[in-house]
């Protein structure tokens, strides 16, 4: 691993232990499925709590190396529409685990041009959580480097079913002909719509499934998994998830 990563941009490679990097051909928009907190925790007898607070730490230090690398766009899945299910301690705790992260982060984040996002119904977020959130992107307004986006109270279906709602309405106010809805169109109603699709999605833990994830904007994404749980995913594994991707051939159904 290269410790000094200052002027990467400038250089067109970059080589790290076991691989040599394209910069020239980064994914512009990396998705990430954050999973096995619970489990890391569990290996080590700790309670799940743990895992989740163990996996904030680690966001940050993938934020940093995907803006070393000039990534532009980086979703991270931090609670599903689904994970309200779980026990309320639990979803208390991540729920707090926002205000904490920008608390300890933002003004790093500040000073690294980061721009601060969030994807998700807001509806059900506890207002201290979309106190925290709303003012690092209010801070970060102007900033025009990576665009950290959380995907919050987030599930995909939800998504596609609110947009459709709103544009079935709007058809129906006569803004909109049913006639013009285009990909495009359809698109744009949806919650990434700053983001657009990602190019690479990452998924730790095993888990081999999508679990309500973007699944209007993964239609072409390179999907990567790792055993590693996410709490022990590194830069370096983000390295690795990188240089499979550049050494993939995409076809979008050409040949
Ligand atoms: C991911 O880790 C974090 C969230 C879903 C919030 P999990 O909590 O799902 O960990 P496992 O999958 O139970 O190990
Ligand atoms: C997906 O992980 C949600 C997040 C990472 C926020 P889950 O752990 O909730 O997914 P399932 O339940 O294993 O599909
Ligand atoms: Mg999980």
Do not use: C
């Amino acid at each position: 691993m290269l410790n000094k990563l200052t002027n990467l941009t400038k250089t067109k490679k970059v080589t790290t232990e076991n691989f040599e990097l394209d910069l020239s051909r980064v994914p512009s928009h990396i998705a990430v499925i954050m999973d096995g907190n619970g489990r890391w925790a569990r290996k080590r007898g700790l309670p799940r709590i743990a895992g989740h607070r163990e996996g904030m730490k680690v966001v940050r230090k993938v934020v940093k190396r995907a803006n070393e690398l000039g990534v532009k766009a980086l979703t991270m899945y931090a609670f599903s529409t689904e994970n309200w299910k779980r026990p309320k301690p639990e979803v208390e705790f991540i729920m707090k685990l926002p205000e904490q992260f920008l608390m300890a982060y933002l003004p790093e984040l500040i000073e690294e041009n980061v721009r601060v996002r969030i994807m998700g119904e807001k509806e059900g977020i506890p207002s201290y959580t979309l106190k925290a959130v709303n003012e690092a992107m209010d801070r970060t307004k102007d900033n025009d480097g990576l665009i950290l986006n959380f995907a919050l109270n987030y599930g995909s279906r939800y998504e596609i079913t609110s947009g459709v709602r709103q544009l079935a309405k709007e058809i129906e106010q006569g803004k909109i002909k049913s006639d013009d809805v285009t990909e495009e169109v359809i698109g744009s109603y949806m919650m990434s719509k700053e983001v657009g699709d990602p190019e690479l999605l990452i998924r730790t833990s095993g888990e081999m499934r999508l679990s309500n994830f973007m699944l209007w904007q993964l239609a072409y994404t390179e999907l990567w998994f790792t055993d590693v749980y996410w709490p022990d995913f590194s830069a370096s594994d983000l390295d690795k998830a990188i240089y499979d991707f550049q050494n993939r051939g995409r076809r979008f159904g050409g040949v």
